[in-house]
């Protein structure tokens, strides 16, 4: 960003700037981006965050598959009008159905520690979370503090250095490969949902049963593999999360970013996990999808189920978390609850306030 400012430019572009920026951070790249508009400087904003839209910008281009559908001004219209526009329908509100319960602790986390695995890695130092069952935990932080690093820790793609720095209902998994935590009725959504999340060259069927093979009997028994299973598992997921798609069993890559998101969150939600581990649940979807999928989470968390959430968006936490930690530089910070957590106290977490408190106690110990 700073680059670009620099060469003082007659048009400039940003797709999602603030995706990377503390709160304070994007309210200071939004006074010197009134200043160059004021100046003269045309600007080209894309973003999903109607809030920054309808504060920024002076005119809006609603896209809808490809298509231009409405040209409005954002100042007088409000985000769930600029969302019923990007949808085509009035987008249902997230609710909390019903108070968060205080059930047993289900995940675990006791000062858990690793060190970087690559040059553009992030160590992780002295983590420690309990998530309870029927609580969404929702952990924010500006990308690239640990947050791929803490996902791969928790789902077994990463093993701890000792068994007890995972604990999955009561019982030491550090140790546990991401097959055998599936069997201890954990679920997981990566970040990368091409690649990561699923075999881009596989079929969406090929790609459920590849993470329910360890534990469905109905998918996969006795090692034989029930396709009929599987794509009555595929469609049910399908119809439930509006995934649409040009074939009955298309190519995960054949899919659009939202579609494919969808069909990945769907496919973990689909089997009502103990524990669910979701890394940017929303990222490219629409605002209906969106909405659907952070209820489904609620939903999910009020039977009983312990839900952590790794996001960038501020907004997306807010809306369904019931406690929030801030990862900074690979620590964490103490999870508070979401009620009287403001935007500005998040916004020094994200920007490291925590972290000489954090390392002190690690000095002591």
């Known amino acids: 960003i700073v680059r670009c400012l620099l060469q003082e430019p007659k048009l400039l572009i940003m797709d999602e700037p603030t995706s990377v920026l503390t709160p304070q951070e994007a309210d200071q790249l939004f006074v010197v981006l009134k200043r160059l508009a004021a100046e003269g400087c045309s600007i ?8 920054e839209v309808k504060g920024l910008c002076t005119a809006a281009t609603i896209l809808r598959h490809g298509k231009v559908v409405a040209e409005v001004d ?13 949808v085509g329908a009035d987008i249902h509100a997230v609710k909390p159905s019903g108070a968060a319960a205080t059930g047993p602790v289900r995940l675990s986390l006791r000062d858990l520690s690793l060190p970087a695995d690559g ?7 002295h983590i420690s979370l309990d998530v309870r069952g029927g609580e969404v935990v929702a952990i924010a932080g500006v990308a690239g503090n640990g947050q791929g690093e803490l996902f791969d820790a928790i789902s077994g793609e990463r093993l701890a250095k000792r068994a007890e720095m995972v604990v999955v209902d009561g019982t030491p998994a550090g140790w546990d490969g991401i097959n055998a935590r599936r069997r201890r009725h954990m679920s997981f959504v990566a970040e990368e949902r091409l690649g990561h999340g699923a075999v881009p060259g596989m079929p969406l069927s090929a790609n459920m049963i590849l993470t329910r093979h360890p534990y469905d009997r109905a998918i996969a028994s006795r090692g034989f593999v029930n396709t009929k299973g599987a794509a009555a598992a595929r469609e049910r997921i399908v119809k439930a999360f509006d995934v649409r798609k040009g074939k009955a069993d298309p190519e995960a890559r054949a899919l659009s970013g939202g579609n494919l998101q969808k069909f990945v969150m769907g496919r973990e939600l689909d089997r009502e996990p103990g524990i669910l581990i979701v890394n940017q649940p929303t990222w490219g979807v629409d605002a209906g999808a969106s909405a659907s999928i952070r209820q489904a989470l609620i939903d999910l968390a009020r039977k009983g189920a312990a839900v952590l959430v790794i996001s960038q968006d501020l907004d997306e936490i807010f809306e369904i978390a019931d406690r929030i930690a801030v990862i900074s530089r690979g620590q964490l910070s103490e999870a508070r609850a979401a009620t009287g957590f403001t935007r500005e106290e998040i916004g020094l977490l994200m920007a490291g306030s925590h972290e000489k408190k954090e390392a002190h106690h ?4």
Do not use: V
């Open 119 to 125: 040059p553009f890695a992030t160590a992780l130092s």
């Open 362 to 365: 690690a000095a002591q110990a």
């Open 44 to 51: 080209l904003y894309i973003s999903h965050r109607l809030e």
């Open 74 to 86: 954002p100042r007088k219209e409000t985000a769930a009008s600029l969302a019923r526009l990007m």
